[in-house]
């Protein structure tokens, strides 16, 4: 059996916005007359303690529950006023900050001002009440709901800034991460090439020193055991080169610090038979290419001198106009490998990765009865394209002169790259958030301010100062008596039942008129009653009666 775990943190915080809002209704009821205990008290009580920790996973729902408190307001024959409005609108405002689309918030805020408007015209109350249903309600409603929107988008900006810091900062680690594997397979390259190259060398000339006749049996056998310690060499070489070798993605390394003719001249004075020849003029060489060159013709010695022993080899260079070949073949060998010869696997692959990230191309392969490679490099390489599967654009740099690097275009695509739509999706969204603060209160304004502005004007035009009501006197035509009276009565239907069903005197006409001119106060309420153009009656009706 589980159990769902609320932190401590938030069942605190509900507790404390409960009791606020709790509080606040309780003080506001005590200042009427008695309260109801049952809905004064009890009944705010219980829905609070509902709607509040609601609000947490199903905000709509708390709005309504307690809509449904100041709804209960509008059923108030003495006021529309209710002490929950505080609580309506906060969590309005916990709505928007916690539901990110608009729709069903929207949809909520309009059910609540819907079921309000629809309890006043059920109940068919005084202009008061609709005066209150249609501009306290749905601003406790919307501009809290408003003002919690443009708050998430705050907390979203935020958050989405922290996520592209934290991205960019994973970038520069994988970055770092790529230069030390880079770092390892040059060693790689480096060690296999070179090192290997020689110590192949001293591998042969130890075989054939072996087979000399000349030497005595214990030299024979000292020769056998040099010949196999710089096999076991070679093979310790290979394994640091295979761990080297993780990532196959090799950049190139700097300029060799020989030539190639001087490594053919090496190889013959270690006996192996190198015929070679340079066609074409002798172009400048970028260092690049030059150390290129150099491996592939080394490589191709390393491996005539591990797999055929003995063999003819021969180098052929020839420059073009704009590119170098490079071809080294190794005729049949005219006897079985020497003993102990190493061989490998490594060297031709890592050699076709350094040819193509130079621009050129390595082929490799029998050829009349021997072995064959054969490379073709450019003069110059300007640019080394990324080899397959190696990240694009994981190099460039963080900005250094405080500007935040938005990525304007990923190199590869021409499109920005996901931290930066991201980025410029969560500002537009608070931009408009933040203009919807201001535009939708102003459209409420412009739909409703008409309609206000003319109940405004019909409760202020309709207002009886108590010292011309004083001045009054029953009898006198209503010609004497006009310049006492505002312009206009108090419009039906706006007085209450009990005024306008109250007893009058047979055969008269009443009026109404307010005597103050607060427009969202319970005033007393002068009655006039004429009988033809004569004023016969006058009363007041205490506002405790509407």
């Known amino acids: 059996m589980w159990q769902v775990r609320t932190p401590l943190r938030s069942v605190l915080g509900d507790t404390a916005l409960w009791a606020v809002f709790y509080a606040t209704g309780v003080i506001w009821s005590s200042k009427g007359p008695a309260p109801s205990v049952t809905l004064d008290l009890v009944l705010p009580l219980l829905v609070l303690a509902v709607a509040v920790p609601l609000a947490r996973s199903r905000p709509g729902t708390a709005v309504l529950l307690v809509n449904t408190l100041c709804a209960m307001g509008l059923t108030n024959p003495a006021s529309p006023a209710n002490a929950y409005v505080l609580a309506l609108a906060g969590l309005s405002c916990l709505l928007g900050a916690r539901t990110g689309t608009a729709r069903t918030p929207l949809l909520v805020l309009a059910g609540c001002l819907a079921v309000d408007l629809a309890l006043c015209a059920v109940l068919q109350v005084p202009a008061v009440w609709w005066f209150y249903a249609m501009t306290v309600l749905p601003s406790a409603l919307l501009l809290p709901w408003l003002a919690g929107r443009y708050w998430r988008g705050r907390r979203e900006l935020v958050w989405g800034g922290w996520q592209l810091a934290r991205s960019l900062e994973e970038r520069q680690r994988f970055v770092a991460e790529q230069a030390r594997l880079t770092e390892r397979a040059d060693i790689a390259v480096d ?240 931009r408009w958030r933040f203009a ?57 239907p706006y007085p209450p039942d009990d005024a306008r069903l109250a007893p009058r005197p047979p055969g008269t006409t009443c009026e109404f008129y307010r005597s103050n001119g607060n427009l969202l106060d319970q005033v007393d309420l002068y009655r006039l009653c004429f009988s033809g153009s004569r004023l016969v009656a006058k009363d007041t009706l205490d506002a405790g009666t509407e």
């Open 191 to 430: 060690m296999h090439d070179s090192l290997g190259h020689v110590l192949s060398l001293v591998a042969l000339r130890a075989g054939a020193l072996e087979l000399s006749p000349t030497l005595s049996p214990q030299d024979r056998d000292d020769v056998a055991e040099l010949r196999r310690t710089v096999s076991d060499a070679v093979d310790q070489l290979r394994e640091t080169v295979t761990v080297l070798r993780d990532e196959p993605h090799t950049q190139a390394s700097p300029p060799a610090a020989d030539s190639v003719e001087e490594l053919l001249g090496r190889a013959v004075a270690s006996g192996v038979p190198v015929r070679w020849e340079r066609d074409g003029p002798l172009p400048t060489l970028s260092p690049l290419i030059e150390r290129g060159v150099y491996r592939v013709v080394q490589e191709a010695l390393t491996n005539a001198t591990k797999h055929a022993p003995g063999s003819t080899v021969r180098v052929g260079i020839t420059h073009d106009s704009d590119r170098i070949h490079v071809r080294i073949v190794n005729s049949a060998p005219p006897a079985g490998p020497l003993p102990g010869t190493v061989a490998g696997n490594r060297g031709l692959a890592g050699l076709r990765e350094r040819v193509t990230v130079l621009g050129g191309s390595l082929r490799t392969g029998p050829y009349e009865g021997g072995f064959q490679v054969s490379a073709t490099l450019p003069h110059h390489a300007t640019a080394k394209p990324t080899p397959p599967g190696f990240p694009e654009d994981t190099t460039r740099p963080l900005p250094t002169n405080g500007t935040q690097d938005t990525g304007a275009e990923d190199t590869a695509t021409g499109a920005a790259p996901e931290s930066a739509r991201r980025l410029a999706h969560i500002r537009r969204s608070a």
């Open 436 to 492: 919807a603060v201001f535009a939708v209160p102003t459209v409420a304004a412009v739909f409703f301010l008409p309609a206000i502005a003319y109940l405004a004007y019909q409760l202020a035009t309709s207002v009886l100062p108590p010292s011309r009501y004083e001045e009054l006197r029953v009898g006198r035509p209503r010609t004497e008596i006009a310049h006492l009276l505002p312009p206009r009565p108090f419009p039906y």
